[in-house]
C-alpha cells in the first residue's frame, strides 16, 4: 500500500473528477487521526512543525464555517496544499497563506501558482480592502488555474472564485463584503 506521500505526488498527474477522486481517498486514509482537544480537524503528526500553529488557528476558523480539516504532511520534494476540507461531501484542497503584516498580499498569492488552485488567506491584520481586491484581480490575471481564494477575517469567511473577479463591479461589491 502506498504512503500518503506517494499519494500526495499522484496529484500532480491528475486531473478534473480523478484529481477530486483522489483528494477524497487521501482524506479518508487510516493516518488521520482527530487532533487531541479540538473538533473536526484531523492530522498525521506535524505539530512540531514551524508553521502548525498558524495551520491551527485558521483550521478552527474554518471549522467554525461548517468544514471538517485534515491538515496535510509537509513531505519533502513535492508542493503540496496545507489542507484538504471537507463540507457535504466536497472534498477540496487548500494552500494557507496567512496575513499578519502589511506587505504586498499579491507576493504570497503568487507563492503559492502551481501548489494549489484553491487558497485560503487569514487575515490578522487591518489591510486595505481596496487594494486587497485589486490583487485578487492580479493573482486570477496571473493564474490561469487559480479557482477560489477563502478569506478569514475576523470571524467572517468571504469565497472570491475567478468568475467574481471579472464582474464589473468586483472591486466595489469586495469592499462592501470586506467590511461588512
Known amino acids: 500500500m502506498n504512503n500518503i506521500t506517494d499519494e500526495l505526488a499522484k496529484l500532480h498527474e491528475l486531473t478534473g473528477a480523478e484529481f477530486s477522486r483522489q483528494v477524497e481517498r487521501i482524506a479518508l486514509r487510516n493516518e488521520f487521526r482527530p487532533l487531541e482537544g479540538e473538533t473536526d480537524i484531523y492530522i498525521t503528526g506535524g505539530e512540531t512543525d514551524d508553521d502548525f500553529e498558524n495551520q491551527l488557528n485558521a483550521a478552527r476558523k474554518a471549522v467554525m464555517h461548517g468544514y471538517r480539516v485534515f491538515i496535510l504532511p509537509n513531505p519533502k520534494g513535492i508542493r503540496t496544499a496545507d489542507y484538504i476540507f471537507e463540507r457535504k461531501g466536497t472534498y477540496r484542497m487548500y494552500d494557507l497563506k496567512t496575513i499578519s503584516g ?62 467574481s473577479v471579472c464582474g464589473r463591479d468586483f472591486i466595489k461589491s469586495f469592499i462592501v463584503s470586506y467590511m461588512r
Open 102 to 163: 502589511k506587505a504586498s498580499v499579491i507576493n504570497r498569492l503568487k507563492e503559492s501558482i502551481g501548489q494549489c488552485d484553491h487558497l485560503l488567506l487569514n487575515i490578522t491584520t487591518d489591510y486595505s480592502p481596496r487594494r486587497l481586491a485589486k490583487e485578487l484581480k492580479n493573482y486570477f490575471s496571473l493564474n490561469p488555474n487559480g479557482v477560489e481564494v477563502l478569506i478569514f477575517r475576523r470571524g467572517k469567511l468571504l469565497s472570491i472564485t475567478r468568475r
